[in-house]
């Protein structure tokens, strides 16, 4: 079924004009060296994202405008000007250099949505430090595992985290020297742990940025592959200047907004655009505490005003699920602009958003590895539902056809030109925010690049006038609730368990969080797969690697498909559960 376009939206009266009013004209007039100028330098010298998105309001004598508005769970608002912001993550930076930590050393959070964390991730950034941050969801392994490739040497946490995720695996972490615990001090504190509030209270709050190359590293993100470890994607101070132009463009942040990014803030997005981007285009922004809750969130965007809101498909179908009654308790009449990442957004999502809020989500896409948003439907256009819309300005998609060597390395990256061939997204590098690297893994990385060209790894097609539609993953990640999950990291704790001696690890489709994880367990001599086996595998799992990647359910075979040289075909896994076509079998083991 196709759905019809949607007529570019002229806003309401009063309302400030789009942004980007005229695509072709920003595509042919966009320059980065304009944006940098637009952003201006730091007085010691080249860039940095904490004096993009806090110092510079200082300097400018608009400090006063409130950066952020934190809700806590028990609804309590507090108020945090650009000015105090600034304060704080100079305090910490302070505090950092008081501990000895050295510039490029790795400082990590693992946490919800809470003050300290945009107070660390700024500092960490003035200090000169790396910023890391873990998904709080994550269980001990994920955690250690990325806190061991990145060298974490600082991790600020709350005290309940620290007991439950890294405690039980710290003696795997000789680098972790400092663990910064926001929510205990004196007597209360774990050995091994330390106050961030009295190391903030002893320190003091005047600090110099020192001169930032733009190229320095700046922030790591983890993403997961198909195989091996998580990848840390590099990114530069220089990313900044994307989050600030991308804000613009594609979220049509104007200055003073009040604005939403309901993202976690252990992803990419919950950094990119739950912090610098909207600092560095200088809004409001809303961050609540709480986890996803229909009524609370409708209350959120009618009392905070909300003017642009920035969420996810997975959220937007919880809305959905709990019927437009609980929506209309509200007005919407200051929301100007809605967007969505993460995953494929279907497009009775994008008429709902018209349909309770006057306004259609519009669909971005981007990655951990692009750093900032890269494809969207802009505002002052016609919204095509079920596309991905189109490149930002300074940004050159394209769909190619790769050919591959035989140990799967990509060779050579042609465009395809007709209209609606599959094949994969690809873009020009050289933005910004691109990744630099994956820490510790030169090869993972030169594998993204064909023929000048970035290689997505997302399938995709465009049709004639240039619009991006989404069509699956060349490879086996698993995408839930806009978590990326390596089927890899899931069989590996599997693995360990006394019980199993293989497993492949699955998405299967689900109507709300677009996949859910299965797995498919070979079972050692001695064992037998009962009810009572899978409910404590998958207690197994969880508290290894915690909700979010855990299996939601496991099958018992007695041999999995594989292939002649012993890998287990997932995709056949997934085609035999789904009764789809098993496809090319030509590598399958004969007794598979
Ligand atoms: C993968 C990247 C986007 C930042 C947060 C996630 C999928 C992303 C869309 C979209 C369909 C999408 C892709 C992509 N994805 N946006 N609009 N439509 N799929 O970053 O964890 O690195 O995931 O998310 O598969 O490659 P990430």
């Not at 004209?25 to 007085?43: K, Q, S």
């Not at 006394?498 to 497993?503: F, N, S």
């Not at 699955?506 to 498919?520: C, N, R, S, T, Y």
């Given at each position: 079924m196709s759905y019809e376009t949607l007529a570019a939206d002229g806003g309401r009266p009063g309302e400030p004009t789009?942004?980007?009013?005229d695509y072709d004209r920003a595509c042919a007039t966009f320059d980065w060296d304009e944006t940098r100028r637009l952003l201006g330098r730091l007085p010691a010298g080249g860039l940095n994202i904490a004096h993009a998105a806090l110092d510079r309001w200082v300097v400018n004598g608009?400090?006063?405008?409130?950066?952020m508005r934190f809700i806590s769970r028990q609804w309590q608002r507090r108020n945090y000007s650009y000015a105090e912001l600034s304060r704080l993550s100079s305090r910490f930076a302070n505090v950092l250099q008081d501990l000895g930590v050295e510039p490029g050393d790795r400082v990590f959070t693992l946490a919800g949505r809470i003050p300290e964390l945009y107070v660390s991730l700024f500092g960490a950034l003035k200090f000169g430090a790396v910023y890391s941050p873990l998904f709080s969801?994550?269980?001990p392994e994920p955690v250690s595992a990325r806190l061991e490739i990145g060298g974490g040497r600082v991790l600020v946490t709350t005290r309940s985290l620290y007991r439950r995720k890294v405690l039980p695996v710290r003696?795997?972490?000789?680098?972790?020297e400092h663990v910064l615990l926001t929510d205990a001090s004196g007597a209360e504190l774990p050995p091994g742990t330390r106050s961030f509030a009295e190391l903030m209270d002893a320190a003091g709050d005047a600090w110099r940025i020192p001169?930032?190359?733009?190229?320095a590293l700046a922030l790591l993100h983890f993403t997961s592959g198909t195989t091996g470890k998580p990848k840390g994607a590099m990114h530069a101070h220089e990313a900044v200047v994307a989050h600030y132009a991308t804000g613009r463009y594609a979220l049509d942040l104007h200055p003073g907004d009040v604005y939403w990014c309901t993202a976690d803030p252990g992803w990419v997005t919950g950094i990119s655009?739950?912090?610098i981007s909207p600092l560095a285009n200088g809004v409001t922004m809303i961050i609540d505490e709480?986890?996803?809750d229909a009524a609370r969130w409708y209350r959120i965007l009618d009392e905070e005003r909300v003017n642009v809101w920035y969420t996810a498909p997975t959220a937007i179908r919880m809305l959905m699920k709990q019927g437009k009654e609980l929506a209309a308790?509200?007005?919407?009449?200051?929301?100007?602009h809605l967007a969505s990442v993460g995953e494929p957004l279907n497009p009775e999502g994008v008429l709902w958003g018209k349909e309770v809020f006057g306004r259609p989500f519009h669909d971005t896409w981007w990655q951990t590895e692009t750093?900032?948003?890269?494809i969207a439907n802009f505002r002052g256009a016609e919204v095509r539902p079920g596309s991905m819309g189109r490149p930002v300005p300074g940004i050159e998609a394209s769909i190619v056809r790769v050919s591959r060597d035989d140990d799967g390395n990509p060779v050579a990256a042609e465009p395809v030109t007709e209209p609606g061939t599959h094949g994969e997204l690809a873009l020009q590098p050289g933005w910004p925010?691109?990744?630099?690297?994956?820490l510790g893994n030169e090869a993972r990385y030169r594998r993204c690049f064909a023929g000048g060209w970035y290689l997505s790894g997302d399938m995709a097609k465009r049709d004639a006038d240039g619009w991006f539609w989404f069509v699956g993953r060349a490879d086996d990640v698993i995408k839930s609730a806009g978590h990326l999950i390596s089927p890899f990291e899931v069989e590996s704790v599997l693995l360990e368990?006394?019980?199993?001696?293989e497993a492949g690890v699955i998405g299967l489709p689900d109507p709300v969080a677009g996949e859910v994880v299965k797995a498919f367990v070979e079972l050692k001599p001695g064992h037998a797969g009962s009810d009572e086996l899978a409910l404590q595998l998958v207690g197994f799992a969880r508290k290894r690697?915690?909700?979010?990647?855990?299996?939601r359910s496991i099958a018992f075979s007695s041999r999995l498909p594989r292939t002649r040289?012993?890998?287990?075909m997932r995709r056949l896994l997934k085609a035999r559960e789904l009764g789809l076509p098993e496809g090319d079998t030509s590598t399958l083991e004969q007794n598979g």
């Amino acid at each position: 079924m196709s759905y019809e376009t949607l007529a570019a939206d002229g806003g309401r009266p009063g309302e400030p004009t789009a942004i980007l009013e005229d695509y072709d004209r920003a595509c042919a007039t966009f320059d980065w060296d304009e944006t940098r100028r637009l952003l201006g330098r730091l007085p010691a010298g080249g860039l940095n994202i904490a004096h993009a998105a806090l110092d510079r309001w200082v300097v400018n004598g608009t400090g006063d405008r409130v950066a952020m508005r934190f809700i806590s769970r028990q609804w309590q608002r507090r108020n945090y000007s650009y000015a105090e912001l600034s304060r704080l993550s100079s305090r910490f930076a302070n505090v950092l250099q008081d501990l000895g930590v050295e510039p490029g050393d790795r400082v990590f959070t693992l946490a919800g949505r809470i003050p300290e964390l945009y107070v660390s991730l700024f500092g960490a950034l003035k200090f000169g430090a790396v910023y890391s941050p873990l998904f709080s969801a994550f269980g001990p392994e994920p955690v250690s595992a990325r806190l061991e490739i990145g060298g974490g040497r600082v991790l600020v946490t709350t005290r309940s985290l620290y007991r439950r995720k890294v405690l039980p695996v710290r003696d795997r972490l000789p680098a972790l020297e400092h663990v910064l615990l926001t929510d205990a001090s004196g007597a209360e504190l774990p050995p091994g742990t330390r106050s961030f509030a009295e190391l903030m209270d002893a320190a003091g709050d005047a600090w110099r940025i020192p001169p930032t190359d733009p190229e320095a590293l700046a922030l790591l993100h983890f993403t997961s592959g198909t195989t091996g470890k998580p990848k840390g994607a590099m990114h530069a101070h220089e990313a900044v200047v994307a989050h600030y132009a991308t804000g613009r463009y594609a979220l049509d942040l104007h200055p003073g907004d009040v604005y939403w990014c309901t993202a976690d803030p252990g992803w990419v997005t919950g950094i990119s655009y739950g912090a610098i981007s909207p600092l560095a285009n200088g809004v409001t922004m809303i961050i609540d505490e709480e986890e996803f809750d229909a009524a609370r969130w409708y209350r959120i965007l009618d009392e905070e005003r909300v003017n642009v809101w920035y969420t996810a498909p997975t959220a937007i179908r919880m809305l959905m699920k709990q019927g437009k009654e609980l929506a209309a308790a509200h007005h919407y009449d200051r929301l100007r602009h809605l967007a969505s990442v993460g995953e494929p957004l279907n497009p009775e999502g994008v008429l709902w958003g018209k349909e309770v809020f006057g306004r259609p989500f519009h669909d971005t896409w981007w990655q951990t590895e692009t750093g900032a948003i890269m494809i969207a439907n802009f505002r002052g256009a016609e919204v095509r539902p079920g596309s991905m819309g189109r490149p930002v300005p300074g940004i050159e998609a394209s769909i190619v056809r790769v050919s591959r060597d035989d140990d799967g390395n990509p060779v050579a990256a042609e465009p395809v030109t007709e209209p609606g061939t599959h094949g994969e997204l690809a873009l020009q590098p050289g933005w910004p925010s691109m990744f630099r690297g994956y820490l510790g893994n030169e090869a993972r990385y030169r594998r993204c690049f064909a023929g000048g060209w970035y290689l997505s790894g997302d399938m995709a097609k465009r049709d004639a006038d240039g619009w991006f539609w989404f069509v699956g993953r060349a490879d086996d990640v698993i995408k839930s609730a806009g978590h990326l999950i390596s089927p890899f990291e899931v069989e590996s704790v599997l693995l360990e368990h006394p019980a199993v001696a293989e497993a492949g690890v699955i998405g299967l489709p689900d109507p709300v969080a677009g996949e859910v994880v299965k797995a498919f367990v070979e079972l050692k001599p001695g064992h037998a797969g009962s009810d009572e086996l899978a409910l404590q595998l998958v207690g197994f799992a969880r508290k290894r690697l915690g909700a979010a990647l855990a299996p939601r359910s496991i099958a018992f075979s007695s041999r999995l498909p594989r292939t002649r040289s012993g890998k287990i075909m997932r995709r056949l896994l997934k085609a035999r559960e789904l009764g789809l076509p098993e496809g090319d079998t030509s590598t399958l083991e004969q007794n598979g």
